[in-house]
């Protein structure tokens, strides 16, 4: 999701509390704060040695020791009033992907991209997800694209010579 989007659906839904799935049925506690905001500019060389260049806004999420078994989230107008804060302060890049960097004691620290939102009841339920490694130069570096493997099992099976029905 590009920030530009992600302000969207904020402003859009200025009246709901705002809710973090960082993995499915898991949720950033209630206790959790803006901390930061990052304006990222990648300048990257791939295993290929192919140049990239990209953007990345990064909003960093943590829950406050201090406020353990809180129930209320923080409402998307008072998250909307942070990120608005930061952006007089230091320009988006609203065409920039926007992450979430989040962690707890029992999930690593990561940087998690923004997969879907869902509006259910009064909440805005922001879903987050992991995003894998990968080689951008799997055609140069000789990397076969995966395919679906078929058993000899299968093969001997369905054959017209095979023994099923």
């Known amino acids: 999701m590009k920030t530009q989007e992600l302000f969207k659906v904020l402003e859009q839904n200025q ?27 990648i300048d990257s060389v791939d295993c290929g040695s192919q140049v990239d260049a990209w953007k990345e806004t990064i909003i960093q999420l943590w829950e406050s020791p201090n406020e353990l078994g809180k129930t209320e989230y923080m409402s998307v107008y008072k998250a909307l009033a942070i990120l608005n804060k930061v952006g007089k302060m230091k320009s988006y890049d609203l ?21 879907d939102f869902e509006i259910r009841g009064n909440n805005l339920i922001v ?39």
Not at 95 to 115: C, G, I, P, R
Not at 141 to 159: D, L, M, R
């Open 15 to 41: 009246d709901k509390s705002l809710l973090f799935e960082y993995a499915p049925n898991l949720l950033v506690g209630a206790n959790y704060h803006i901390t930061e905001v990052k304006h990222l500019a």
């Open 127 to 165: 879903k987050l997800a992991i995003e894998k490694t990968d080689c951008k130069a799997k055609e140069l570096c000789g990397v076969p694209e995966p395919t679906e493997a078929v058993s000899k099992e299968a093969e001997v099976c369905c054959s017209p010579d095979g023994n099923c029905c």
């Open 95 to 115: 065409d920039a992907e926007v992450k979430f960097e989040y962690s707890n004691a029992t999930f690593h620290t990561a940087q998690l991209f923004v997969n």
